[in-house]
């Protein structure tokens, strides 16, 4: 299948939006962040992080009550909502009118990192489709189990999908093993079912469109594979879309943004030992680098 690979020169002939220099902070994009719980309360801190760091302007936050004020210290930057929480640490479908009056009013949506309770999210993501239905939504982790119920699930609006492949291999039904073999073909699989945008995560990430459209991204090293990282890079490619960029545009800058920040990591401490919450300092230097 044709695929585009994702190259610096790629990217410089792809330019991010730039606000204008007396634009305020509404004008960089306001994003909101659904994620974390109890007992995974960093994962939105290292999205929120990362997110500011690709350049938003705005940030909320919505995790537990249980865990918002920690949340709140630890990102002074934010403005922090408190959920209502299930027993089994999710946030209860109910906490979506906690959420509606952002409604219309922030340009990027990231639901998933760091949640628990895999029904309780999936009945919640049912509520946060439409109500965001104007704003670019990416789901990681747990949120994309909403596609698996009912069992033809279609997006009727533009989503972004970031799994591994473990994690798409659970929602698409099939070993892990088989995503490995042809991660291409089960991206582009992906995506034409769900009609989403579908990121599949790996030493080659592989972006598929709905229409079959591809591309295609490898690098980074095997130290991006370590708790907290894939929290950062969904907090990356959110930042970009509260920018204005397309979904798109917004992943491959992303996945390129990660990448590279794995390597300038490896570069002062080594292929192993560096930290998730390391990576999101190294995008503003890179993205000075990339630009045109």
Same mark, same amino acid.
């Given at each position: 299948m044709d695929t585009t690979d994702i190259t610096p020169s790629l990217l410089r002939s792809w330019p991010l939006p730039m606000p204008q220099p007396d634009g305020d902070k509404e004008v960089r994009g306001h994003l909101l962040i659904v994620a974390g719980s109890e007992e995974m309360p960093g994962a939105i801190v290292l999205a929120a992080t990362a997110a500011l760091r690709a350049g938003a302007g705005k940030l909320t936050l919505a995790t537990g009550a249980s865990v918002a004020a920690q949340v709140a210290v630890a990102m002074p930057e934010a403005r922090v909502i408190g959920l209502d929480e299930t027993v089994q640490g999710g946030f209860r479908h109910e906490a979506r009118h906690q959420l509606a009056p952002l409604a219309g009013k922030v340009d990027a949506v990231l639901v998933g990192p760091g949640m628990c309770d895999t029904a309780a999210s999936c009945e919640l993501m049912r509520h946060l489709l439409p109500l965001f239905a104007g704003s670019r939504l990416i789901l990681d982790a747990c949120a994309m189990q909403v596609v698996r119920q009912p069992a033809h699930f279609r997006f009727t609006q533009p989503v972004l999908l970031t799994p @591994?492949?473990?994690? !798409?291999a659970q929602l698409m039904g099939l070993s892990k093993d088989a995503v490995l073999a042809d991660p291409h073909a089960c991206a582009v699989d992906a995506a034409r079912r769900w009609h989403a945008i579908v990121a599949l995560k790996g030493a080659l990430t592989v972006i598929a469109m709905p229409d079959g459209s591809s591309w295609t @991204? %490898? $690098? $980074?090293?095997? $130290? !991006? %594979?370590i708790s907290g990282s894939g929290d950062t890079l969904a907090g990356i490619i959110t930042g970009l879309a509260a920018r204005g %960029?397309? !979904?798109?545009? %917004?992943?491959a800058w992303g996945i390129a943004l990660h990448a590279l920040a794995g390597e300038q990591l490896a570069l002062r401490f080594g292929i192993l030992g560096y930290l998730a919450r390391e990576i999101p300092a190294e995008i503003p230097a890179l993205l000075r680098n990339l630009a045109p």
């Open positions: @591994h492949a473990g994690e !798409l @991204h %490898a $690098g $980074g090293n095997i $130290g !991006l %594979a %960029a397309p !979904l798109e545009q %917004a992943c």
